[in-house]
């Protein structure tokens, strides 16, 4: 079993600035991928950014050139670095670990609010 835990979600304004961190128990190295997802007030469950074992990146159209994922190996943790926030990135962000290529795991969330 995998558990992982959010933080670095807040109220900022528009065009600032925020940094979510994922800390998942267990080594980083389990997993084949990583990465975030939001979910807004009356939307699905929509993919953010991911990073594979590999160092390979996907982000969705909408953040892209503003989001950024990474990974520290050495603190056994991964990120996203978000910038020129907008008020439609208001969401509730989730950290997403996936295990051998299957076995999806999901943290609590972390409430992000971009005011205008």
């Known amino acids: 079993q995998v558990q992982l835990v959010e933080s670095g979600g807040g109220l900022v304004q528009a065009g600032g600035s925020l940094r979510l961190s994922c800390l998942p128990s267990g080594s980083i190295f389990r997993f084949t991928s990583m990465g975030w997802y939001r979910q807004a007030p009356g939307k699905q469950r929509e993919l953010v950014a991911t990073?594979?074992?590999g160092g390979r990146t996907n982000y969705a159209d909408s953040v892209k050139d503003r989001?950024?994922?990474s990974r520290d190996n050495a603190?056994?943790?991964w990120y996203l670095q978000m910038n020129s926030l907008k008020?439609?990135?208001?969401?509730?962000y989730y950290c997403n670990a996936v295990v051998r290529f299957v076995d999806n795991y999901w943290g609590?969330?972390?409430?992000?609010?971009?005011?205008?």
């Open 108 to 116: 609590q969330g972390t409430r992000v609010t971009v005011s205008s």
């Open 75 to 77: 603190k056994n943790t």
């Open 51 to 53: 990073i594979t074992s």
């Open 87 to 92: 008020p439609e990135d208001t969401a509730v």
């Open 67 to 69: 989001f950024t994922i």
